[in-house]
């Protein structure tokens, strides 16, 4: 591989997921969130860990299978329901009264999204710690992350990868930014050195994912049933344009074909 290993470590804790109403209690301060909102809360301290790439791939994997269309439709209805709530009663109360009021989070969506989550922190923490928290060890102060963060961030690496599969489509060609990193100078005893670090965990994935494309990989929906799925890679070149997201649909849509034949040949 030509590309420079990641010079990037994550906190890893173990993780609980709370009510945001929960959160806000045992803290004492206002979560400006739905009651009902899950967040990933770390239970034990953490330990720094060099993320593998198995490790990336898996996340990258998992959150382009993080699909949620009603949660991103509620949201929306929540975001003109706050902009009419603010017009009648003011910025100030409209939060107030929004965020006593539950969302309508789809529950088959949910439990997907959050198996997800449990399967990725485990091994590459928070998404924004680092960011956030750099008062990590401040006694009684519990670390978070609304789930509306990884939501966001599957999203995100959807669009890389649909954003790219469009352009390829309209054979157009096309250079788009899409992460950061920063450029920092380490000094130490034997001199300095030059790095390249994602600024959190989420820009790592950001950053995996570019990698991931640039080597080869795609993401498209499968023919048959519709379930988005990652082909290609660079030892997997032939599947690079395969149409099925598994050998059932494969299968499935050869037995139809083969069912759709005159019957009149002996097969
Ligand atoms: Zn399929």
Request: proline content about 4%.
């Amino acid at each position: 591989m030509a590309d420079p290993a990641m010079d990037f470590e994550c906190r890893v804790a173990t993780y609980e997921l709370w009510r945001a109403d929960k959160l806000a209690a045992s803290q004492g301060k206002r979560i400006f969130d739905p009651p009902n909102m899950p967040h990933l809360v770390a239970i034990s301290r953490a330990k720094i860990v060099r993320p593998s790439r198995q490790a990336l791939n898996l996340a990258v994997n998992l959150l382009l299978r993080t699909q949620m269309p009603k949660w991103h439709a509620a949201k929306k209805r929540r975001t003109q329901e706050f902009a009419k709530l603010a017009r009648s009663l003011g910025r100030e109360d409209a939060i107030k009264q929004q965020s006593s009021d539950p969302m309508d989070l789809d529950a088959n969506e949910f439990s997907n999204l959050e198996r997800n989550v449990f399967l990725i922190s485990r091994h590459i923490g928070l998404l924004s710690e680092g960011e956030f928290f750099s008062d990590f060890e401040k006694e009684g102060t519990l670390i978070h992350e609304s789930l509306e963060h990884w939501i966001d961030a599957a999203r995100d690496i959807q669009n890389i990868f649909s954003d790219l599969e469009s352009s390829r489509r309209l054979q157009e060609d096309k250079e788009r930014a899409v992460g950061h990193l920063t450029i920092s100078l380490a000094l130490k005893s034997n001199g300095v050195s030059l790095h390249l670090r994602p600024k959190n965990t989420r820009a790592a994935l950001i950053y995996h994912a570019a990698q991931m494309i640039a080597g080869g990989m795609t993401f498209q929906a499968c023919v048959v049933c519709g379930t988005p799925f990652v082909g290609g890679g660079p030892a997997r070149e032939k599947r690079a344009r395969a149409l099925y997201c598994s050998n059932k649909c494969r299968w499935a849509r050869r037995n139809r074909r083969q069912k759709d034949r005159p019957s009149s040949s002996a097969d």
